[in-house]
């Protein structure tokens, strides 16, 4: 079992930069694969960024590539997102996401077995 927690959501302008955090606690964190997924109101979830577990390998949406950063510290059971360049369009609720393995599946919402609770992430014009 894998319990995650989101948290650096806010209100930010567009052009700004937020980071996001998403502890992990239960066992073996450094085994997981991670992802970050968005969900804006009466839209259905999408896949952000993904992270195998040893952070060796990244996986970006075309729509976030080159402004958002997926990381990770195994010794704090965290994996982060950088978000900068921040349009309106990327206001959602965020959440991270764990499963073991790694490959294209990790961009599939249905893939993931363990889901945080979300933070909300809203950007102004």
């Known amino acids: 079992q894998v319990q995650l927690v989101e948290s650096g959501g806010g209100l930010v302008q567009a052009g700004g930069s937020l980071r996001l955090s998403c502890v992990a606690s239960g066992h073996a964190f450094d085994t997981y694969a991670m992802g970050w997924f968005r969900q804006a109101p009466g839209k259905e979830r999408e896949f952000v960024a993904a992270?195998?577990?040893?952070?060796?390998?990244?996986y970006y949406a075309d729509s976030v590539k080159g402004r958002f950063t997926i990381s990770r510290d195994n010794a704090k059971n965290t994996v982060y997102l950088q978000m900068n360049s921040l349009k309106p369009e990327d206001s959602a609720v965020y959440y991270c996401?764990?499963?073991?393995?790694?490959?294209?599946?990790?961009?599939?919402?249905?893939?993931?077995?363990?889901w945080g609770q979300g933070t909300q992430v809203t950007v102004s014009s």
């Open positions: 992270i195998n577990w040893s952070g060796e390998y990244t």
């Open positions: 996401a764990a499963d073991r393995g790694w490959g294209t599946f990790v961009s599939s919402v249905s893939w993931y077995e363990y």
